[in-house]
């Protein structure tokens, strides 16, 4: 069997996970094995948080929607409720963002849903 040097390809694969740990602190930025393992932490906490950001956006639009309904009157639950026994399918980012740019199309809403 032939002898294979693998040097070109040694240093292309180094240089590529180098270049994705552009930026990151101490040995894991000029180090080939600590740079590797940040990769991979860092790929396996993106994936994670991809989900955990659809969470962080429900929480924070039912909190916008509560604060709008407040004054009116009105619980997020109750409202949320209501919505669901008259058939009006609005997703809660649509109410969201209603409640806050649009006052009034808000309040239409909530005057159809009691």
């Given at each position: 069997m032939t002898r294979v040097k693998k040097g070109v390809n040694a240093l292309k694969s180094r240089r590529n996970i180098l270049r994705?740990?552009?930026?990151y602190r101490f040995a894991r930025s000029k180090k080939e094995r600590?740079?590797?393992e940040?990769?991979?932490h860092a790929g396996s906490y993106a994936f994670a948080h991809r989900r955990d950001k659809k969470n962080d956006f429900r929480k924070l639009?039912?909190?916008?929607?509560?604060?709008?309904?407040?004054?009116?009157?009105?619980?997020?639950?109750?409202?949320?409720?209501?919505?669901?026994?008259?058939?009006?399918?609005?997703?809660r980012k649509?109410?969201?963002?209603l409640a806050q740019e649009n006052p009034e199309t808000f309040k239409k809403i909530v005057?159809?849903?009691?």
């Open positions: 994705q740990v552009k930026g600590a740079a590797n940040a990769i991979v639009w039912n909190v916008r929607i509560n604060a709008a309904l407040r004054p009116l009157g009105f619980s997020y639950s109750k409202f949320i409720g209501a919505l669901k026994k008259r058939n009006i399918a609005l997703d649509i109410l969201a963002t005057e159809t849903a009691k």
